[in-house]
């Protein structure tokens, strides 16, 4: 039998006292799993929200909203049932969506559809998207006027306009009223009453345009 000496024994002892204990992780392994454990959550998803509105020819206009933030949104509109389109159009970081709503403006037949979304800041201003059906085989994007600062400024279409706009059907006719603010008003008291801006959808050159047709003024 070969003998053990007294060098070779303290050499094994040694090596058998390096070694960790079953089921004993090292300090570096404590720290990697304490990491990974308290790692920070991923954020959740947005929300989407998709909504169906068919016209009065059986078509399906298909408008779904995704959450970014509380003040901000991606919208998708789609179609189901137009013959010569598939596609869908996207409006990205847009004020969140309020209201849908479907007018045939034109009298041709054919409904479009209007998105309207609002800021979520004091004056909550309300904004107009719309699209135009090319007698249900495709649909484009209708020219919306926007409201410039020239509108608001005195004599202006929009004159004491400062937000707080509802947008809403009446007849043929979409119609936006607003309180109207005078001078030092406050946010929460104008004083210069009502005034409703009614719009009627035309031809234009290369697109549908959504133009204002009278306006309307109350105390």
């Known amino acids: ?27 570096a392994d404590s720290a990697a799993m304490t990491t990974a454990d308290t790692a920070a959550p991923k954020a959740p998803a947005p929300s989407i929200n998709a909504q169906e509105f068919q016209t ?12 970014i933030s509380a003040s901000q949104s991606n919208l ?11 596609d869908s159009v996207k409006i990205e970081g847009t004020d969140p969506l309020e209201q849908v709503i479907l007018a ?19 004056g909550s201003s309300a904004t107009l998207h719309g699209f135009g059906s090319n007698k249900d085989k495709s649909f484009s994007g209708i020219h919306v006027q926007e409201v410039t600062d020239k509108d608001v400024y005195k004599g202006g279409k929009f004159e004491g306009y400062m937000g707080h ?12 009223q607003f309180p109207v603010y005078k ?25 549908w345009q959504l133009t204002i047709s009278s306006m309307a003024q109350s105390k």
């Open 1 to 27: 039998m070969k003998k053990i000496t007294p060098a070779l024994f303290a050499l094994v002892t040694l090596a058998a006292c390096s070694q960790p204990a079953p089921g004993n992780t090292t300090k």
């Open 56 to 67: 009065k020819t059986g078509k399906t206009w298909i408008i779904s909203e995704e959450k």
């Open 183 to 207: 001078d030092g008003d406050a946010n929460a008291a104008p004083t210069g009453g009502k005034r409703i801006i009614f719009y009627t959808l035309k031809a234009g050159e290369a697109t």
């Open 165 to 176: 706009d509802s947008i809403y059907l009446q007849g043929s006719l979409l119609a936006r």
């Open 104 to 122: 045939d403006l034109n009298k041709d037949g054919f409904e479009e559809v209007y998105l309207i979304t609002r800021s979520t800041g004091s």
């Open 76 to 86: 998708q509109i789609g179609t189901r049932g137009f013959s010569a389109v598939k």
